[in-house]
C-alpha cells in the first residue's frame, strides 16, 4: 500500500547529495554500491553537463534538486539515506493517485506548473526522439533545474512536489525498449544515462534490472 511516508515529498537536493559525496571513499565509490556496479563508475556528478560548473560547491544551490548523477549513484545513495529507489509503477502510482489522473494534479495540462523541455523549446516535446532531437543540445545547455519549492502547485496526490519537469527522476526498473524507434537508439540512450544495459534475444538491448533481493 502506498502512502504519504513512502516516498520523500521532494526530489534529493544538492545539500542531501553533497553529504553522501563527503562520505564517498577516496575512488568515489561507498560502502552502499549496488552489487553489480562497474568498476569504473563513481559516484561524482558529471560536472561536464552542468550548466553552473560550481553547483555542487556553492550553497546557493543547496535546495536545487541534485542532478547528473547516474543511476548506481541514486541507488547508492538511497541506501545511503536507509530507504531505496522506488520501482517505476510506484512512482507512476505515486504521481497519478488512485484515480490515474493525467498529470499529479489533474487531468488539465498547466505549462505553468512545470519546469521541462517544451519551456525551453518553445513547443511540446512529445516523445524521447523529440527531446534528444530538439532540447538535447544547446537547449539544455540554456535551460536549468530550480529549487524544490518553487512550483507547489505541481504536486501529487500523496503530496509529492514536482514529480512533472524539472529534474529527471531515478526507478529500480524502468525505460523498456518498445519506447524507442530501434534497438540502437535504445541503447544509445542507457549509454547517456549511464544506465546498466543487457543484450537479449537477437542482440535486443534492454534495461538490467537490479536484483529485487538487493533493495533495502
Known amino acids: 500500500m502506498l502512502t504519504r511516508s513512502a516516498f520523500d515529498h521532494h526530489a534529493v537536493t544538492v545539500a542531501r547529495y553533497r553529504c553522501f559525496l563527503d562520505a564517498l571513499d577516496a575512488d568515489g565509490r561507498s560502502q552502499w554500491d549496488h552489487p553489480d556496479q562497474p568498476a569504473d563508475v563513481t559516484h561524482r556528478p558529471w560536472t561536464d553537463r552542468?550548466?553552473?560548473?560550481?553547483y555542487y560547491e556553492n550553497p546557493?544551490?543547496?535546495?536545487?534538486?541534485?542532478?547528473?548523477?547516474?543511476?548506481?549513484?541514486?541507488?547508492?545513495?538511497?541506501?545511503?539515506?536507509?530507504?531505496?529507489?522506488?520501482?517505476?509503477l510506484e512512482w507512476e502510482a505515486a504521481a497519478r493517485g488512485t484515480d490515474g489522473r493525467l498529470s499529479p494534479w489533474g487531468d488539465t495540462p498547466d505549462s505553468v506548473r512545470v519546469n521541462c523541455a517544451d519551456?525551453?523549446?518553445g513547443r511540446p516535446v512529445m516523445t524521447y526522439q523529440a527531446w534528444y532531437r530538439h532540447f538535447a543540445g544547446d537547449a539544455v545547455r540554456r535551460a536549468g533545474a530550480t529549487r524544490i519549492d518553487e512550483r507547489p502547485g505541481n504536486c501529487s496526490p500523496f503530496g509529492v512536489i514536482?514529480?512533472?519537469?524539472?529534474?529527471?527522476?531515478?526507478t529500480s526498473t524502468?525505460?523498456?525498449?518498445?519506447?524507442?524507434?530501434?534497438?540502437?537508439?535504445?541503447?544509445?540512450?542507457?549509454r547517456e544515462l549511464g544506465l546498466p544495459l543487457a543484450t537479449h534475444h537477437g542482440d535486443t538491448p534492454t534495461l538490467a534490472t537490479?536484483?529485487?533481493?538487493?533493495?533495502q
Open 60 to 88: 546557493r544551490y543547496d535546495a536545487h534538486p541534485a542532478i547528473c548523477v547516474n543511476w548506481w549513484s541514486a541507488y547508492a545513495f538511497a541506501a545511503f539515506e536507509g530507504k531505496r529507489l522506488p520501482t517505476s
Open 119 to 121: 519551456t525551453w523549446v
Open 174 to 190: 524502468g525505460l523498456q525498449a518498445h519506447l524507442f524507434t530501434t534497438p540502437a537508439e535504445f541503447a544509445a540512450c542507457l
Open 210 to 215: 537490479p536484483r529485487q533481493d538487493q533493495h
Open 162 to 170: 514536482d514529480m512533472v519537469g524539472n529534474c529527471w527522476e531515478w
Open 50 to 54: 552542468l550548466r553552473r560548473p560550481n
